[in-house]
C-alpha cells in the first residue's frame, strides 16, 4: 500500500512541480551513505519531517538548485527508509504560493485581515515594546505561550527568560493528556511520543476508535502492516468501518460514547473466567480484590444494553485476547477527548493491557530508551512571582502539564490574575481549542497578540502582528531527541533557502530575546553553535550527525523478561488496579461507566478524524496534498440518507444543536460503513481565512461545530465528541 500510494503522488505531482520550476523524473537511489553529495547538479541532505508531530528522518533532493523530492532516510529508527503520503509531499510547503512573506503588523479591527508589511526590525520593536508594558503593569506571567511542535522550543526558552511559566500546547487538553493521565494513574509511567507501543510483535491487536492508516503514525503503521501479514488478529471497535477495521477478523460496530462498558466487560470477563495473566497480576498488582468487586456487575449482557454490541461478540472477544496475552496490545489511542471521562476510559485502558500482562512484554508495550543528550547550559531562569494561571487551586488535580483552555479561561475572566498578551507559535487556535466563539471572546481582552506561522491561518487574522516562518526544509531546529525503541539524536537543517522574507524559529526568538534585553540567555552566536555544543557534550560528532542526519545509540532491554526492570512510579510501587490516590482525591478509584448524553430528534452524534494525506488544518494550501485530497465528504449512513431524500455527491450544510452553521458545504458519502446515529468528517478543512486562497471554502469544517465541549474532571482535557448536526441540502 505505501509503495502504490508513493507511486501515486509523483504522478499526482510531477505537473505542479514542474510548473513551479522543479525537475522530477524518477527517483535516484540512495547510496547505504547518506551525506550531501552533488552529483550532475543534484545534492542530498538529511533532515526530518515536520508535516506532523511523528518526526520521521528524511532525505532532500535538490536538483539543479531546485527542490526536487524527500524519501526517508533509511539510518532513521522512526521512518525507515520510508515516509507517509503527506510526508512525501512535504516538499508542496516550500511551493505554496499562498504563504506568509514578510512580517505585518495590523491596521485595522482585530478579525478584518487588513495589514501593513514591515521590516523584521520594526515588528520585533513593536512586540518587545508592548510585551514590555504588559509586564511593567500586570507581570511577564501576563504573557502566555501557545506552541505545536519541536519548532516552539526557543520559544519556549524566552518566555521562561522572560519570566512566564505560561506555556501550554493544545496537545495536553486537547490530543493526548487524558491518556497519558489514565495510564500514568495506573503503571506509573505515560505512553510516550512516539508510543511505545509493539504493534510488530504483537499477536492481538485492539483498536478502540484509533484509525491506523489514516491517522498515518508512520512507524506504527509500518508495524501495523507487519503484524498483519505475520497473522495478528485484529479487533476493532468503531462506529465506523474505518480502514484498520476493514481488515479485522472481529468489527465491533459500537454505539458512540458507550467504550467505557465495553472495556469493563472484557475485564469482568476475564476476570470471571480466570483468563486474566495471574502470575502478573499477582506479582505486580495493587488492589485487585477491590477492582474486581467494582467490575462484577459489569457482565457482557449488561454491556450489549449500552454498547448495541451482542453479548457473544464482547464474550468471544475477551477471549481471544486472552488466547495471545501477553502480546495482545489494547492500543491508547492518540486524540483522546471524547466524551468527558476520558481519563478514566483510558485507566480502564491501561487496566485491561494490566489484566492481559502486555505492559512491558513482547507484543504489548517496550520499555523506551533515550540518548543521553544534555540541554544547553544556560543561566537560572528568574523565579516567577506568579504560579501557573491555568489550574488555579489544582482544579484539575492530575493535570501534568498545562492546559490551554485554562490559559483561555483567565483570559476571559482575568482571574486569577489577568493575561493580556498571546505569542502563538504554529497552532491555529480557532479550529484547535473547542468553542471558536470564546477564543475570539478572549482574544478580544488582549493587548497584544503575536502569530508565528507559515501561512495566513484563521487565527492570523485576529493577531496584532504576524511573522512569517521559514518551513521545515529551510531551517534548523532544536535536535530530536526522544525515548523510543532505539535510541537516537536526529538534525533538522536547511535544505533551501526560504523564498521570501521568511526567518526560521530560533532566529524569531533570539531576536525578540535581545529586544527584550535579555541577551544572556542566549550566549551563542547562531543556532549552530547551540547545536555543535549539545551534540559535542553528549560525546557525538556534529559532523557526523549533519552528514546521517541521524545517530542511534546502543539498544537497551526493551521487556520485563529481557532484563527491563518493572518499576511503577505509583504510590503503591505496584500496578493500580483499584487507586487509592483516585480515592482521596473523591474520585472513582476503578473507572465507572455513565450513560451518554443524547442529542435532540433527528440529529446525528459529529464524530471527525483524520485523513493520510493531511495534518490538522496546516496542510490544505500544500499544492501537492491538495491534489490528493482536496476537500473532505460527510459519511452518512445509507439508511439514514434514503429516509432524508440525499444521495452521494449532494451538498448540504450542518447546523449543530446550537444552531451553528456550517460556513461552506460539503459533500454527502452515503455508505453502509458508519452507524445511523452519527456522521463522520476529516477535521482541518472548511477554511474561512480569506488569506487560505487555495483552500477556503472546501469542504465542511467540523471545529466551527464544536460549540459544546465536557472538561475532564481529573485533568482538564476537552471532550468534543459530544456535539450534534442535522443536515441543510443546498439547492
Same mark, same amino acid.
Given at each position: 500500500?505505501?509503495?502504490?500510494?508513493?507511486?501515486?503522488?509523483?504522478?499526482?505531482?510531477?505537473?505542479?512541480?514542474?510548473?513551479?520550476?522543479?525537475?522530477?523524473?524518477?527517483?535516484? @537511489?540512495?547510496?547505504?551513505?547518506?551525506?550531501?553529495?552533488?552529483?550532475?547538479?543534484? +545534492?542530498?541532505?538529511?533532515?526530518?519531517?515536520?508535516?506532523?508531530?511523528?518526526?520521521?528522518?528524511?532525505?532532500?533532493?535538490?536538483?539543479?538548485?531546485?527542490?526536487?523530492?524527500?524519501?526517508?532516510?533509511?539510518?532513521?529508527?522512526?521512518?525507515?527508509?520510508?515516509?507517509?503520503? +503527506?510526508?512525501?509531499?512535504?516538499?508542496?510547503?516550500?511551493?505554496?504560493?499562498?504563504?506568509?512573506?514578510?512580517?505585518?503588523?495590523?491596521?485595522?479591527?482585530?478579525?478584518?485581515?487588513?495589514?501593513?508589511?514591515?521590516?523584521?526590525?520594526?515588528?520585533?520593536?513593536?512586540?518587545?515594546?508592548?510585551?514590555?508594558?504588559?509586564?511593567?503593569?500586570?507581570?511577564?506571567?501576563?504573557?502566555?505561550?501557545?506552541?505545536?511542535?519541536?519548532?516552539?522550543?526557543?520559544?519556549?526558552?524566552?518566555?521562561?527568560?522572560?519570566?512566564?511559566?505560561?506555556?501550554?500546547?493544545?496537545?495536553?487538553?486537547?490530543?493526548?493528556?487524558?491518556?497519558?493521565? *489514565?495510564?500514568?494513574? #495506573?503503571? *506509573?509511567?505515560?505512553?510516550?511520543?512516539?508510543?511505545?507501543?509493539?504493534?510488530?510483535?504483537?499477536?492481538?491487536?485492539?483498536?478502540?476508535?484509533?484509525?491506523?492508516?489514516?491517522?498515518?503514525?508512520?512507524? !506504527?503503521?509500518?508495524?501495523?502492516?507487519?503484524?498483519?501479514?505475520?497473522?495478528?488478529?485484529?479487533?476493532?471497535?468503531?462506529?465506523?468501518?474505518?480502514?484498520?477495521?476493514?481488515?479485522?477478523?472481529?468489527?465491533?460496530?459500537?454505539?458512540?460514547?458507550?467504550?467505557?462498558?465495553?472495556?469493563?466487560?472484557?475485564?469482568?470477563?476475564?476476570?470471571?473466567?480466570?483468563?486474566?495473566?495471574?502470575?502478573?497480576?499477582?506479582?505486580?498488582?495493587?488492589?485487585?480484590?477491590?477492582?474486581?468487586?467494582?467490575?462484577?456487575?459489569?457482565?457482557?449482557?449488561?454491556?450489549?444494553?449500552?454498547?448495541?454490541?451482542?453479548?457473544?461478540?464482547?464474550?468471544?472477544?475477551?477471549?481471544?485476547?486472552?488466547?495471545?496475552?501477553?502480546?495482545?496490545?489494547?492500543?491508547?489511542?492518540?486524540?483522546?477527548?471524547?466524551?468527558?471521562?476520558?481519563?478514566?476510559?483510558?485507566?480502564?485502558?491501561?487496566?485491561?493491557?494490566?489484566?492481559?500482562? @502486555?505492559?512491558?512484554?513482547?507484543?504489548?508495550?517496550?520499555?523506551?530508551?533515550?540518548?543521553?543528550?544534555?540541554?544547553?547550559?544556560?543561566?537560572?531562569?528568574?523565579? /516567577?512571582?506568579?504560579?501557573?494561571?491555568?489550574?488555579?487551586?489544582?482544579?484539575?488535580?492530575?493535570?501534568?502539564?498545562?492546559?490551554?483552555?485554562?490559559?483561555?479561561?483567565?483570559?476571559?475572566?482575568?482571574?486569577?490574575?489577568?493575561?493580556?498578551?498571546?505569542?502563538?507559535?504554529?497552532?491555529?487556535?480557532?479550529?484547535?481549542?473547542?468553542?471558536?466563539?470564546?477564543?475570539?471572546?478572549?482574544?478580544?481582552?488582549?493587548?497584544?497578540?503575536?502569530?508565528?506561522?507559515?501561512?495566513?491561518?484563521?487565527?492570523?487574522?485576529?493577531?496584532?502582528?504576524?511573522?512569517?516562518?521559514?518551513?521545515?526544509?529551510?531551517?534548523?531546529?532544536?535536535?530530536?531527541?526522544?525515548?523510543?525503541?532505539?535510541?537516537?539524536?536526529?538534525?533538522?537543517?536547511?535544505?533551501?533557502?526560504? /523564498?521570501?522574507?521568511?526567518?526560521?524559529?530560533?532566529?524569531?526568538?533570539?531576536?525578540?530575546?535581545?529586544?527584550?534585553?535579555?541577551?544572556?540567555?542566549? /550566549?551563542?552566536?547562531?543556532?549552530?553553535?547551540?547545536?555543535?555544543?549539545?551534540?559535542?557534550?553528549?560525546?557525538?560528532?556534529?559532523?557526523?550527525?549533519?552528514?546521517?542526519?541521524?545517530?542511534?545509540?546502543?539498544?537497551? /532491554?526493551?521487556?520485563?523478561? #529481557?532484563?527491563?526492570?518493572?518499576?511503577?512510579?505509583?504510590?503503591?510501587?505496584?500496578?493500580?488496579?483499584?487507586?487509592?490516590?483516585?480515592?482521596?482525591?473523591?474520585?472513582?478509584?476503578?473507572?465507572?461507566?455513565?450513560?451518554?448524553?443524547?442529542?435532540?430528534?433527528?440529529?446525528?452524534?459529529?464524530?471527525?478524524?483524520?485523513?493520510?494525506?493531511?495534518?490538522?488544518?496546516?496542510?490544505?494550501?500544500?499544492?501537492?496534498?491538495?491534489?490528493?485530497?482536496?476537500?473532505?465528504?460527510?459519511?452518512?449512513?445509507?439508511?439514514?440518507?434514503?429516509?432524508?431524500?440525499?444521495?452521494?455527491?449532494?451538498?448540504?450544510?450542518?447546523?449543530? !444543536?446550537? *444552531?451553528?452553521?456550517? @460556513?461552506?458545504?460539503?459533500?454527502?458519502?452515503? #455508505?453502509?460503513?458508519?452507524?445511523?446515529?452519527?456522521?463522520?468528517?476529516?477535521?482541518?478543512?472548511?477554511?474561512?481565512?480569506?488569506?487560505?486562497?487555495?483552500?477556503?471554502?472546501?469542504?465542511?469544517?467540523?471545529?466551527?461545530?464544536?460549540?459544546?465541549?465536557?472538561?475532564?474532571?481529573?485533568?482538564?482535557?476537552?471532550?468534543?465528541?459530544?456535539?450534534?448536526?442535522?443536515?441543510?441540502?443546498?439547492?
Amino acid at each position: 500500500m505505501t509503495a502504490l500510494s508513493r507511486r501515486r503522488f509523483l504522478k499526482l505531482s510531477a505537473g505542479v512541480l514542474a510548473g513551479m520550476g522543479a525537475v522530477g523524473s524518477g527517483a535516484r @537511489s540512495l547510496a547505504k551513505n547518506v551525506r550531501e553529495t552533488t552529483v550532475a547538479g543534484t +545534492r542530498q541532505v538529511a533532515t526530518f519531517c515536520d508535516i506532523c508531530f511523528w518526526k520521521c528522518g528524511a532525505i532532500a533532493t535538490v536538483k539543479d538548485g531546485q527542490l526536487w523530492k524527500i524519501e526517508g532516510n533509511p539510518l532513521d529508527p522512526l521512518s525507515r527508509g520510508r515516509l507517509c503520503p +503527506r510526508g512525501s509531499g512535504g516538499i508542496g510547503a516550500h511551493f505554496d504560493s499562498d504563504r506568509l512573506r514578510s512580517p505585518l503588523i495590523r491596521v485595522s479591527e482585530r478579525g478584518e485581515d487588513k495589514w501593513q508589511a514591515v521590516t523584521w526590525d520594526e515588528a520585533l520593536e513593536y512586540i518587545a515594546v508592548r510585551m514590555k508594558k504588559i509586564a511593567a503593569e500586570h507581570g511577564p506571567e501576563s504573557v502566555a505561550l501557545f506552541s505545536h511542535g519541536i519548532g516552539g522550543n526557543f520559544f519556549k526558552h524566552t518566555m521562561k527568560a522572560f519570566g512566564s511559566p505560561n506555556s501550554a500546547a493544545p496537545s495536553f487538553a486537547q490530543c493526548r493528556g487524558p491518556r497519558d493521565t *489514565g495510564f500514568e494513574l #495506573t503503571f *506509573g509511567d505515560g505512553i510516550g511520543s512516539p508510543e511505545r507501543t509493539d504493534i510488530e510483535n504483537t499477536r492481538c491487536l485492539v483498536l478502540l476508535g484509533s484509525h491506523l492508516g489514516e491517522n498515518m503514525h508512520n512507524t !506504527q503503521v509500518q508495524e501495523f502492516a507487519t503484524a498483519i501479514s505475520r497473522g495478528a488478529t485484529l479487533i476493532v471497535a468503531d462506529p465506523r468501518v474505518s480502514v484498520a477495521a476493514g481488515k479485522a477478523q472481529h468489527y465491533l460496530p459500537i454505539k458512540p460514547g458507550t467504550d467505557l462498558a465495553l472495556l469493563l466487560a472484557w475485564m469482568q470477563t476475564l476476570v470471571a473466567e480466570k483468563l486474566y495473566d495471574r502470575e502478573y497480576v499477582e506479582q505486580h498488582g495493587h488492589g485487585f480484590e477491590e477492582f474486581c468487586t467494582a467490575i462484577a456487575a459489569c457482565s457482557p449482557e449488561w454491556a450489549a444494553a449500552e454498547t448495541g454490541l451482542s453479548a457473544e461478540s464482547i464474550r468471544e472477544t475477551a477471549r481471544e485476547m486472552a488466547r495471545h496475552r501477553p502480546a495482545t496490545l489494547v492500543h491508547p489511542g492518540r486524540r483522546t477527548n471524547w466524551y468527558g471521562d476520558d481519563a478514566q476510559r483510558s485507566r480502564a485502558i491501561a487496566l485491561l493491557n494490566a489484566l492481559l500482562g @502486555s505492559w512491558g512484554r513482547k507484543g504489548g508495550f517496550y520499555t523506551p530508551a533515550i540518548m543521553p543528550v544534555p540541554d544547553y547550559p544556560y543561566p537560572d531562569y528568574p523565579e /516567577p512571582k506568579k504560579s501557573k494561571v491555568d489550574n488555579p487551586k489544582k482544579k484539575y488535580p492530575f493535570a501534568k502539564d498545562t492546559i490551554t483552555t485554562g490559559i483561555r479561561e483567565a483570559t476571559i475572566t482575568g482571574q486569577p490574575y489577568p493575561i493580556k498578551g498571546w505569542i502563538v507559535y504554529a497552532t491555529n487556535l480557532l479550529n484547535a481549542l473547542p468553542n471558536q466563539a470564546e477564543t475570539i471572546r478572549a482574544i478580544q481582552n488582549l493587548d497584544l497578540m503575536v502569530v508565528v506561522d507559515v501561512v495566513p491561518s484563521e487565527i492570523c487574522g485576529w493577531a496584532d502582528v504576524v511573522l512569517p516562518e521559514a518551513t521545515y526544509l529551510e531551517r534548523f531546529d532544536d535536535l530530536h531527541v526522544g525515548p523510543f525503541k532505539h535510541p537516537f539524536v536526529g538534525l533538522r537543517q536547511p535544505v533551501v533557502e526560504a /523564498p521570501h522574507d521568511q526567518q526560521p524559529n530560533w532566529w524569531i526568538a533570539k531576536r525578540l530575546a535581545e529586544k527584550l534585553g535579555l541577551e544572556a540567555f542566549y /550566549p551563542w552566536k547562531d543556532v549552530e553553535d547551540y547545536l555543535r555544543l549539545r551534540v559535542q557534550e553528549a560525546g557525538l560528532i556534529y559532523e557526523e550527525l549533519k552528514s546521517k542526519g541521524v545517530i542511534t545509540g546502543e539498544d537497551e /532491554p526493551l521487556y520485563f523478561e #529481557t532484563g527491563s526492570p518493572p518499576e511503577f512510579d505509583t504510590p503503591s510501587g505496584k500496578i493500580e488496579f483499584y487507586s487509592d490516590q483516585l480515592a482521596e482525591a473523591g474520585f472513582d478509584p476503578v473507572p465507572r461507566y455513565t450513560p451518554p448524553s443524547a442529542g435532540p430528534a433527528g440529529s446525528f452524534r459529529l464524530l471527525f478524524g483524520r485523513a493520510p494525506t493531511h495534518t490538522f488544518s496546516r496542510t490544505q494550501t500544500n499544492p501537492l496534498l491538495m491534489q490528493m485530497m482536496d476537500e473532505n465528504a460527510l459519511w452518512l449512513n445509507a439508511s439514514a440518507a434514503a429516509q432524508l431524500k440525499l444521495h452521494s455527491g449532494d451538498r448540504v450544510r450542518l447546523r449543530n !444543536q446550537d *444552531g451553528l452553521l456550517s @460556513s461552506s458545504s460539503i459533500a454527502v458519502k452515503a #455508505t453502509n460503513r458508519i452507524r445511523p446515529d452519527c456522521v463522520y468528517l476529516v477535521h482541518g478543512f472548511g477554511h474561512t481565512a480569506k488569506g487560505l486562497r487555495q483552500a477556503v471554502g472546501r469542504g465542511a469544517s467540523a471545529a466551527q461545530l464544536v460549540s459544546r465541549y465536557t472538561v475532564d474532571p481529573l485533568m482538564g482535557g476537552t471532550a468534543v465528541n459530544v456535539n450534534f448536526v442535522t443536515l441543510e441540502k443546498e439547492s
